[in-house]
């Protein structure tokens, strides 16, 4: 079976950054898709950025596009969130979440994916 840890969050002042890392285990583990997600308090889950598989194709959410960046390790077995110019509106659990299955649309829609870690927490102060 496998598994997603995700490290990295911590409290960090406005303006600063945080690094995320998101750790596949389980012995025939291999995804298509990897992507993170993000839940403030009493808010649902919403999508952050992916990464495809094959070729590392990028797509990020609105309010975070040229501030952050996701990326991978060339096994292929970590995916970073690279996080610049934290606003205390990005505080939120991050999680990071993997597809074996193939698709090509709805990649920002929760239901997409299979594999979910338990979340790292992320709080940027005024």
């Known amino acids: 079976q496998a598994q997603l840890v995700e490290s990295g969050g911590g409290l960090v002042q406005a303006g600063g950054s945080l690094r995320l890392s998101c750790t596949a285990s389980g012995r025939t583990f291999s995804w298509y898709r990897m992507a993170w997600f993000r839940q403030a308090q009493g808010q649902e889950r919403k999508f952050v950025a992916t990464?495809?598989?094959?070729?590392?194709?990028?797509y990020y959410a609105d309010s975070v596009k040229d501030r952050f960046t996701i990326s991978r390790d060339n096994a292929g077995k970590t995916v970073y969130l690279q996080m610049n110019s934290l606003e205390p509106e990005d505080t939120a659990v991050y999680y990071c979440a993997g597809s074996q299955r193939v698709f090509y649309t709805g990649y920002e829609g929760s239901e997409k994916y299979e594999f979910w870690g338990q979340g790292t927490r992320v709080t940027v102060s005024s």
């Open positions: 990464i495809r598989g094959s070729d590392s194709l990028t």
